[in-house]
């Protein structure tokens, strides 16, 4: 199994308050970076916003990055929860309200805000994820993708998001869940659409480590047997190179050791398989390579923070406090 395929398995995608924003010019909105909402802390696992232009054009201005950027429709955009952001008609249009005030209301999914210019049409959406897919999904998400509508490999990608805004404009029986789904595939398609352009894998980093053509088999070998008794000797072996120097690049691009990245994913695993409690906790050990259940739980409760009982009690915890977050 190769590394990518095991993790998008791993992962647990949710799509939220997915709504279609109608804006006229002039209009120009933007979007704190949030911590809290409403005085509670955001869940850590509310990550990303998407967001896709099937109408019209906009500029959008993201933090840390210097120049605006054009939109035009087919645009797809993805962006890490936290990150701060402007769209709007015009360069020359200051944002004078925020996402949030201009939602829709009432059960609507449509929002309307402007002048009454120039259209422009955004299909929006957020997406949350699981405890046991924050690791994998941070390694692998940056603040901010952008697919353009010309970019290569992304034809899936806007089919998707075109039968999104349909979902959105059509309001049919059953639109909500059929919307929810899609909204997970679309997360799939962006990361591989980011993946195909070449942007995510150019400096050091998970991405970076799998495309390494040593690095890589040695990732695909962790990922396919979790269970074997990985050493660095095995693994540097499976990789064709010497101990030291696969351990040298290994920490190089993931900043953590073989055994570390090993153990790491073994636990994320794990807590996937726990969450769906249908197994018996030595089941759980022997699935992820250990062979006793205490065994387990000690490295469990080394790289989690909690014992296997202990994490399982604190996401039913979690999941009865926590409110889904508005989508922008």
């Not at 209009?27 to 990550?47: M, V």
């Not at 210019?117 to 959406?125: E, L, M, N, R, Y």
């Not at 697919?147 to 992304?154: L, P």
Request: hydrophobic share 40%; with cysteine; proline share 4%.
């Amino acid at each position: 199994m190769d590394p990518m395929t095991d993790i998008f398995r791993t992962m647990h995608v949710t799509a939220f308050g997915q709504h279609r924003l109608e804006a006229t010019a002039p209009w120009g909105l933007i979007q704190e970076g949030q911590t809290e909402k409403r005085g509670k802390k955001i869940s850590p696992t509310d990550l990303a916003h998407f967001a896709m232009l099937s109408r019209g054009n906009c500029w959008l201005s993201v933090e840390g990055i210097p120049e605006p950027i054009p939109l035009t429709g087919g645009d797809c955009i993805l962006l890490a929860r936290g990150t701060s952001f402007v769209m709007r008609d015009s360069l020359r249009t200051r944002p004078k309200r925020s996402f949030r005030e201009v939602a829709a209301r009432d059960g609507s999914n449509v929002a309307h805000y402007g002048g009454g210019g120039a259209p422009t049409t955004i299909v929006c959406g957020s997406l949350s994820f699981d405890r046991a897919s924050l690791k994998p999904i941070t390694q692998l998400l940056p603040s901010f993708i952008l697919i353009k509508a010309d970019q290569a490999h992304t034809l899936a990608l806007h089919n998707t998001m075109q039968a999104l805004a349909s979902e959105m404009a059509e309001q049919a029986p059953g639109s909500e869940v059929v919307a929810t789904r899609l909204g997970e595939v679309l997360f799939i398609q962006a990361l591989r659409a980011h993946i195909a352009s070449g942007v995510g894998w150019r400096n050091k980093g998970w991405l970076r480590a799998i495309f390494d053509p040593q690095i890589g088999i040695a990732l695909s070998a962790i990922h396919d047997s979790v269970d074997i008794r990985w050493t660095v000797e095995s693994l540097a072996e499976t990789a064709a190179m010497s101990r030291s120097a696969f351990a040298a690049r290994f920490k190089e691009l993931l900043e953590q050791t073989p055994l570390e990245y090993v153990t790491e994913w073994r636990m994320q695993k794990a807590m996937q398989l726990l969450e769906q409690r249908d197994k018996k906790l030595i089941e759980v050990a022997r699935s992820v390579g250990y062979e006793s259940d205490a065994a387990f739980s000690k490295a469990f409760k080394r790289v989690v923070g909690a014992s296997p009982g202990e994490y399982l009690k604190r996401g039913f915890e979690d999941r009865d406090n926590a409110g889904m977050a508005e989508a922008f």
